[in-house]
């Protein structure tokens, strides 16, 4: 789930829960929905370049059948946004990564981008979430629906 600020507030240390409650699903990409953030390190390299950091590849590894609850904030505000996205990140971005489909989630946003997202595109985080949302968050459905055609 990525939160997204709504407003351009400033961001205030500690205060993550109670001033994002909108987020979005991933959309369907590499990375999104299918990332291993966990595993035992058995004799096997794993491979964590191939998948940009997202999947730990190795001999026999079997992913858990429940999905953990990923909560990502990766844009607090419109200043966060543009430090991060235009001055610390755009810079490093490898021409081979980008060619292999990684670090293309940010490449709509310029100076003039403002950094914040309409809520009525996004989801709430409410009272109801867990009977709205509880079986994308923890299960495969959101993938197999989007395979399927489904979204």
Request: aromatic share 14%.
């Amino acid at each position: 789930m990525n939160f997204r600020p709504i407003d351009p507030a400033p961001f205030q240390p500690g205060t993550l829960k109670s001033r994002f409650s909108y987020f979005e699903y991933g959309t369907r990409r590499d990375g999104h929905f299918v990332q291993s953030k966990a595993w035992l390190q058995g004799a096997d390299t794993v491979d964590l370049v191939s998948s940009g950091g997202h999947i730990a590849a190795f001999p026999g590894a079997v992913d858990f059948r429940y999905k953990f609850l990923l909560q990502h904030y990766p844009i607090r505000s419109v200043e966060h946004g543009r430090r991060k996205v235009l001055r610390e990140r755009q810079a490093r971005w490898s021409p081979q990564e980008r060619a292999g489909g990684l670090h293309v989630h940010y490449e709509n946003f310029s100076e003039t981008s403002s950094f914040l997202w309409p809520p009525e595109k996004l989801h709430q985080r409410n009272a109801c979430f867990w009977s709205e949302h509880g079986l994308p968050v923890i299960t495969d459905i959101a993938e197999r629906r989007s395979d399927a055609g489904i979204v």
